[in-house]
C-alpha cells in the first residue's frame, strides 16, 4: 500500500527564517513526488515536483524540495519565510502503472510569525 | 480558461436527501478525479474518468455515492440518502493523462447535512 506520512502537524517559523515542511513516503515503486499548498476555503495549489533528475526542485513562490530516495524523504524548503506563506501543506505521491491516483499526507499547518 | 470550476461550493442538506455536486475541469484535460476531504486529513481518493470512462470506482466509500462523466467534459458526483458522516469537502480536479503530470483542483464543495 501506498501511504505518505506529514510527521508534524504544525509548524511556527519568524519571518525571514529558513523553513521546512518534512514529507516521508512508503511505496511499492519509484514515486513521483509533489506538494500543494492550501489556504482557507480554498483548493490546493501546486507548488511543485519530482519526476526524475536532480534532486533538488525548485517550484513557485519560492518554495524548493530535496528528494531524498535512500531516506524516502521528500522535505518542502524555502530559505526565508513570509508570513503570506501561512496556510496548509500536503505532500502526495503518485506510483506509476500502479492507478492514478494521489495520495496524500495529512497536512502541515505552517505559521509564519511577523 | 480558469482553471477547475466547482458548484456549489457550500451545501447544506438535510439527512436523508440526495445532493449532486457538479465540476468542470480544465477543458483540454482529459482526466477528472474526485476527492473528499474532512478536517484534519489529506484529501481521500474517490474516483476518477478518463475522457467519459471511470476507470477506478473501488474507492468510492459506498453505494451511496455515484460519479459521471457523460460526454467526457464536465463530471457529476451524486450522495444518495445522505448521512452526517458525509459532512465533509469533496474536491475534483483534473489533469492531462501522463502520469508526470501534477493535477489543478477546484475550490472545492462543502457539504453539511444536519
Known amino acids: 500500500a501506498q501511504s505518505v506520512a506529514q510527521p508534524e502537524d504544525q509548524v511556527n517559523v519568524a519571518e525571514g527564517n529558513p523553513l521546512t515542511v518534512k514529507c516521508t513516503y512508503s511505496v511499492s515503486g519509484n514515486p513521483y513526488l509533489f506538494w500543494y499548498v492550501q489556504y482557507p476555503n480554498r483548493g490546493l495549489q501546486f507548488l511543485l515536483k519530482y519526476i526524475t533528475g536532480d534532486n533538488l526542485v525548485k517550484g513557485s513562490y519560492g518554495f524548493e524540495a530535496e528528494f531524498n530516495k535512500s531516506q524516502t524523504s521528500f522535505h518542502l524548503k524555502k530559505p526565508s519565510a513570509l508570513v503570506s506563506d501561512s496556510a496548509l501543506y500536503f505532500c502526495a505521491v503518485r506510483v506509476p502503472n500502479t492507478g492514478n491516483q494521489f495520495y496524500f499526507g495529512t497536512g502541515t499547518s505552517l505559521t509564519v510569525i511577523p | 480558461d480558469t482553471g477547475v470550476s466547482q458548484d456549489p461550493r457550500h451545501k447544506i442538506t438535510k439527512r436523508g436527501q440526495n445532493v449532486t455536486f457538479r465540476c468542470d475541469p480544465i477543458s483540454e484535460h482529459n482526466r477528472l478525479y474526485w476527492y473528499r476531504q474532512t478536517l484534519g486529513q489529506g484529501p481521500e481518493f474517490l474516483t476518477y474518468?478518463?475522457?467519459?470512462?471511470?476507470?477506478?470506482k473501488s474507492r468510492l466509500l459506498s453505494d451511496r455515492f455515484s460519479a459521471e462523466r457523460p460526454k467526457g467534459s464536465f463530471s457529476t458526483l451524486e450522495i444518495q440518502r445522505t448521512e452526517q458522516g458525509d459532512s465533509a469537502m469533496y474536491l475534483c480536479?483534473?489533469?492531462?493523462?501522463?502520469?508526470?503530470?501534477?493535477?489543478?483542483f477546484g475550490q472545492g464543495t462543502r457539504l453539511t447535512v444536519v
Open positions: 474518468f478518463q475522457n467519459e470512462a471511470q476507470l477506478e
Open positions: 480536479a483534473s489533469s492531462f493523462s501522463r502520469e508526470v503530470t501534477e493535477a489543478f
